[in-house]
């Protein structure tokens, strides 16, 4: 508890018109203690507008100096069935009044930030009709924000669950985790404002055609959030300067992350208002052309684009394809993600990219590791391990972070679904290299198995979505709009590189299997015990020859599942000497 707050916040909710504005109103001013009148019509307050529509809650988030006033006002411009407040006039329809007696505006104003960001986590909030968000700086005092929101979080929670569930189920939500509505770092916040500046030269110039900004990040250096704020900030900039022909599109080459994207332009009230605003690469490309290009093209996880032909991609290299069909390119980009010969860029080639993007100022680097809250020594120990093949002594790590070693598989799920059982680490699976059989097509009945699955001697584990033919159709379309990791189910699955890529997890358990191996002493990626072809197969370069990059690309496979871990990493090795060497390295 901070010292001297002696006061849990204030909340009211009521009936959302005049009649509840006045009772409420009336009971404060006849029946309420001084303290609560002054924190409630003479403080700033926050406010919380909702109603539910088909099943579902819509929202407005705000703040006021004047509570009263401003809800008068709201009520004022109801009958403008244009507007969010027309809204107000549903019988659902229901208004939180939340006071603190130390609120101050700029206190209120990262309450309300903090408020409309939860709300893109909630599942059952299905529209924010809020804009933006206004963050705040340092202010007095912007120490107590936290402790402050918390308690009003739990107080809120206390009369709807629904639409005010765990702390930790929202933080764990990828719809959270992707918000536009994040307050940035300084460094995403640079980049983001030089990224607008660069959009608008080249839309008022009009001759700046092909323009690519290429942004370097690493995994967990969020590129996501940069991405998905600064692509929405543009829609509302584009809407106050009435560019009505604004056209803006996010792509992305990965199935989950695509609905997560999707479901947050319903929420923000872009796919209504702008139709489809969020596309795979290979629909974006059909749909385009380069004699109509389109203002402004993101590609998140760029390099999960195809740089070869593929079943209904016809074209050599989806960038290229997707500059020509767009005046601005931006790019997110993390070459060590690279998992599948389709998506393996030559250096000479990508190098062009970079260079052309480094000629026009459009070049920039993430540095910042945000995902992982370690300390920089077991940030590196994962680095070494995966980009240099080099395993040194895990260190001891202060920030809390864990990193075990385990003796058997089953000894890694117990130690999995033990912190899963905890409602702060909920998000906690299961993840390993891929070197056991699956296939999404393929019956598994031709080998007379109920699932493909992770086996290593008498332990065996189904892989990746396998559970979900055991789900009824109820859960099937609850987990619809739920990432991997998120589906109850998947606490009994290992998950791949390609179910969990993108996405945080609580706990890491990842299980390195036969193809990641130790030989005198040096990490040895071996593609012929891996069953990821499109990793192992060849490449046809551009000069005609074929090579493989297995090696590479295993490497990249193993990184992917060892920065997962948002609290700790748990790791189990198939391989003995490298069990060994792990087990030695965490004496």
């Known amino acids: 508890m901070i010292q001297g707050i002696d006061l849990e916040p204030i909340i009211h909710k009521i009936n959302d018109n005049m009649h509840g504005l006045h009772n409420f109103q009336e009971k404060l001013l006849n029946k309420a203690s001084e303290k609560e009148k002054t924190v409630l019509l003479d403080y700033p307050t926050v406010y919380i507008h909702n109603w539910k529509k088909s099943g579902s809650y819509e929202v407005y988030v705000g703040e006021s100096n004047n509570i009263i006033q401003r809800t008068k006002q709201h009520f004022d411009q109801s009958e403008d069935k244009q507007n969010w407040r027309s809204q107000l006039r549903r019988k659902s329809a229901s208004l939180y009044i939340i006071g603190h007696d130390h609120f101050n505006k700029s206190l209120t104003m990262d309450i309300e930030n903090r408020l409309m960001l939860y709300m893109m986590g909630v599942d059952s909030v299905k529209r924010i009709h809020n804009k933006r968000t206004n963050p705040q700086n340092r202010y007095y005092p912007d120490f107590e924000v936290n402790d402050i929101f918390r308690r009003i979080w739990h107080k809120l929670r206390k009369t709807d ?3 005010f569930p765990n702390e930790s189920v929202i933080k764990d939500s990828a719809l959270f985790k992707a918000s536009p509505l994040h ?10 404002d030089r990224i607008i500046e660069r959009v608008f030269s080249v839309l008022n110039e009009q001759n700046g055609d092909g323009q690519l900004i290429f942004i370097d990040g690493e995994a967990g250096t969020g590129k996501t959030v940069l991405n998905s704020s600064t692509f929405y900030e543009l829609y509302l900039m584009a809407e106050e300067e009435k560019m009505t022909d604004f056209q803006c599109c996010l792509i992305v080459n990965h199935d989950e992350q695509i609905t997560v994207y999707e479901q947050i332009a319903e929420k923000l009230g872009l796919k209504n208002k702008y139709g489809r605003v969020v596309s795979k690469p290979t629909t974006f490309i059909n749909h385009h052309s380069a004699g109509k290009p389109i203002d402004v093209a993101f590609i998140d996880e760029a390099h999960l684009l195809l740089t070869q032909g593929k079943q209904s991609y016809r074209g050599k290299n989806q960038l290229q394809d997707i500059i020509e069909r767009a005046k601005v390119t931006v790019v997110m980009f993390d070459e060590n993600q690279i998992l599948t010969t389709e998506q393996y860029w030559e250096t000479e080639i990508l190098g062009n990219y970079r260079e052309k993007a480094k000629e ?4 920039f680097k993430l540095t910042k590791q945000m995902r992982i809250t370690a300390s920089d020594e077991t940030i590196s120990w994962i ?3 995966t980009k240099e093949n080099h395993l040194s002594a895990i260190p001891m790590d202060t920030t809390g972070y864990e990193i075990k070693i385990f003796e058997h598989p089953a000894e890694l799920e117990t130690a999995v679904k033990t912190k899963a059982a905890e409602e702060e680490h909920k ?6 290299t891929y ?11 031709k080998r007379m198995k109920k699932y493909w699955e992770v086996l290593i001697g008498d332990w065996h584990k189904p892989w990746n979505h396998e559970l979900d033919k055991e789900l009824g159709r109820k859960e099937k379309n609850k987990n619809k709009t739920l990432a991997w990791a998120e589906q109850p189910q998947t606490i009994d699955e290992v998950g791949s590189t390609f179910t969990i890529q993108g996405f945080d997890l609580n706990y890491a358990g990842v299980i390195l299997g036969p193809s990641v191996k130790y030989r005198n002493g040096k990490i040895v990626f071996d593609p012929s015990e891996s069953w990821n072809l499109k990793a192992t197969r060849k490449r046809t370069l551009s000069d005609g020859t074929k090579q493989r990059f297995g090696e590479t690309l295993i490497q990249h496979e ?3 599942l060892m920065t997962r871990g948002v609290n700790g990493l748990y790791i189990y090795a198939c391989d003995k000497e490298l069990r060994e060497a792990l087990k030695e390295a965490a004496r």
């Open 161 to 163: 669950p629904s639409m």
């Open 183 to 192: 307050k940035l770092t300084q460094e995403q916040e640079d980049i983001r």
């Open 360 to 363: 026009n100022g459009n070049h």
């Open 383 to 385: 680095d070494n391990f």
């Open 427 to 432: 998000l906690s699976r299961m993840i390993a």
């Open 435 to 445: 070197d056991w059989e699956y296939s999404q097509n393929s019956s598994m009945e």
């Open 558 to 560: 193993v990184r992917v």
